[in-house]
């Protein structure tokens, strides 16, 4: 994402990168002899005493409900236009004021939640599941697999972020004058994993390396397990960790991604309401209306900093050395 | 290190290849045709349409036409766009902008990054140590975009210490509110790889070593704790530099630079794959450069890595 805004995501990896592939090595060792309870088990301890953790998850399940249920939180259709109050400022009436169009602000605000957790969600699991599949073999295999795997995958992160969405969007989007809002949030959520997965791979397959030269490795394959099995049982479990922190700041990073892109207006699209939409909707109207560009922005970056919040909390969890 | 170079070199060429076929395909597969509407209400004629089909080799399959476009490209032409501008010109105009654009927001990320991470690794936890910490937070969940809009309308419309748009031929001095735009996300991730990365050396056993023979402590942090703290954050600051040249696209949009993000996206919409491909083939070198160029200062930071 530079991605800005670029490349949010592909920045948002090097610091989760960096430290947290190391922490598989680094706890195996720690965590056999005190105390029974596994990485996962003392992470969770950790956390529950964090405040940062605490308020993080607060807001997501917040987030989360209000995607969930936007009914209960307005009973105004965020599509609904009335010239009349374009661009009135809050009131009791609607409590974020009305869009360029009359468009009640408060109301498009809590139906864009949905798209815009959608797209994060699924593209943080299309790009941690395709990244995590390619890196375990690459780590797993080695030698001219790893070397293909490694090679194709920086064909992707050659490409600039925003400019690669971009080109991909258009190509697909250039024979729809309206496409319909299922296939746009597809679109945008594809583009979204095809740049993104390397960073995962990447990650994964770093951790495999070293996952594959523990002795509990050995051990299943001198007692003849398969290579499906290892993969899956053995190291699977003991790569999780890193990706799993990476995928949380990802997450975040990705509904910001959304927003730049629909602001750059190849993204989400009407009918379909998203917090980027909303942003870009308001760039003309600024300086006049600022309530336009703050409110939206303001729920964007709250959840976006929720994510990214919580994947800082789980990593320090995790990572034995600050301990 | 010769052979270690010439290995490097050779494996960028597939990567390069690579990266360059896909968005050759991608913008060459646009459907539609390019010269719909190119000549007013009348369409072209047919004599021309051919003409350009058969200059652009609109005829060949697109994996022929691409290693033509290659062919053309080692030997310096960009090719032309359709109203004949050579596309070699275009860049020209742009690209020193965008460079200068993404120069600044990496001098401007480095300086406060580095700063922000030095302090705060060398200081340890305490009030500066959280302010940083919390600071970029909120600015990694800030998107570029509104960063810029709320810089351009406090700075520039309501305090009016800046212009909220930057001229043509933009100054230095006009740059540095978009260039901290620009990097502002990047400028956060180094703070953060700093302070960690001198966190985790400070009791690292060649620094106690140096402390322990009586080394005067300025010279252990800046010869060695500093030295090897900053091979993580030189890796992101090389790599960030392609990274803020692709990502300009949207600060351009909002400060109204003319560069090469406000030329790609035109010739995305009017589909001028010519120039597209110019452009992200210009850029995906200087990622492949730039990440290269990384990896060989590993070798002049870190004693411990030789390459031979």
């Keep these: 994402m530079t991605e800005p805004a670029d490349s949010p995501h592909r920045v948002a ?13 680094q706890s195996a060792p720690t965590k056999k002899n005190e105390k029974p309870r596994g990485l996962w088990g003392d992470a969770w301890l950790d956390l529950r005493r964090r405040p940062l953790f605490i308020i993080a998850s607060a807001i997501i399940l917040v987030v989360l409900f209000v995607a969930a249920f936007p009914g209960l939180f307005t009973s105004v259709d965020p599509n609904v236009q009335d010239l009349y109050k374009a661009r009135d400022l809050p009131s009791a009436d609607a409590w974020f004021g009305y869009d360029n169009l009359g468009r009640d602000l408060w109301s498009r605000a809590i139906y864009g939640t949905r798209a815009s957790i959608v797209v994060g969600l699924l593209a ?30 920086e064909i992707f992160l050659g490409l600039p972020f925003v400019l690669g969405a971009i080109v991909i969007l258009t190509t697909f989007n250039a024979g729809v004058a309206v496409p319909s809002g299922a296939r746009v949030i597809t679109q945008v959520v594809l583009s979204i994993a095809v740049l993104s997965w390397p960073m995962a791979m990447r990650i994964m397959r770093s951790a495999a390396i070293s996952a594959k030269q523990q002795d509990y490795v050995k051990a299943a394959r001198a007692l003849g397990a398969s290579a499906p099995r290892i993969i899956l049982r053995h190291m699977l479990p003991n790569c999780l960790a890193p990706v799993m922190v990476y995928s949380t700041i990802a997450l975040g990073a990705f509904i910001g991604a959304e927003a730049t892109l629909s602001f750059l207006g190849i993204g989400l699209r009407f009918p379909v309401v998203s917090w980027g939409l909303m942003i870009a909707d308001s760039r003309n109207y600024i300086q006049g209306a600022p309530h336009l560009l703050l409110f939206p922005a303001g729920f964007l970056v709250i959840t976006v900093l929720a994510f990214v919040m919580l994947g800082d909390a789980v990593r320090d969890a995790l990572d034995p050395k600050q301990k | 290190m010769g052979r270690y170079l010439l290995r490097r070199l050779l ?20 459907p539609g045709d390019p010269f719909a ?28 036409q691409y290693f033509k476009y290659l062919g053309k490209l080692l030997t310096g032409d960009f090719g032309e766009t359709y109203a004949g501008i050579k596309v070699g010109e275009l860049i020209q105009n742009a690209y020193p902008t965008t460079i200068k654009l993404a120069v600044v927001a990496l001098i401007i990320e480095a300086l406060i990054g580095l700063a922000a991470g030095i302090l705060t690794g060398l200081r340890g936890r305490g009030f500066l140590d959280n302010l940083v910490l919390v600071s970029t937070l909120f ?24 212009k909220p748009t930057v001229s043509s031929e933009p100054s230095i001095g006009e740059l540095i509110v978009p260039g901290f735009v620009l ?10 790889l700093t302070r960690t990365s001198l966190m985790e050396n400070r009791r690292a ?10 080394l005067e402590p300025r010279r252990v942090i800046g010869v060695h704790l500093l030295r090897n703290s900053m091979i993580p954050v030189i890796t992101f600051l090389g790599t960030d530099l392609g990274a803020l040249m692709g990502g300009a696209i949207v600060t351009e949009g909002v400060f109204n630079i003319r560069g090469i993000g406000g030329l790609i996206y035109k010739s995305i919409l009017t589909k001028e794959g010519t120039t597209v491909t110019g452009i992200v083939t210009l850029l995906v070198l200087v990622y492949l450069l730039m990440n290269l160029l990384v990896d060989l200062l590993y070798a002049v930071l870190d004693p411990r890595i030789r390459y031979d």
């Design chain 1, 124 to 153: 943080t699991l299309l790009t941690v599941l395709l990244g995590s599949v390619v890196g375990l073999l690459a780590g797993y295999y080695g030698g001219w697999v790893d070397n293909v795997l490694s090679r194709f995958s």
């Design chain 2, 139 to 162: 600015l990694i969940s800030l998107p570029v975009f509104v960063t810029g809009f709320l810089l351009q309308i406090v700075l520039g419309v309501q305090l009016d210490i800046i």
């Design chain 2, 11 to 30: 494996q960028l060429i597939p990567v390069f290849i690579g990266t360059t076929l896909i968005i050759y395909l991608l913008v060459w597969a646009l």
């Design chain 2, 205 to 214: 056993d060649y620094v106690r070593t140096a402390t322990a023979k009586g």
């Design chain 1, 13 to 25: 990896v090097a610091s989760a990168a960096g430290e947290a592939t190391a922490e598989v090595v």
């Design chain 2, 37 to 64: 509407g190119k000549c007013g209400d009348r369409g072209c004629p047919p004599t021309y349409i051919a003409e350009m089909r058969e200059k652009y080799n609109l005829d060949d399959p697109l994996i022929v």
């Design chain 2, 183 to 192: 990097g502002s996300l990047s400028m956060a991730y180094v703070a953060r």
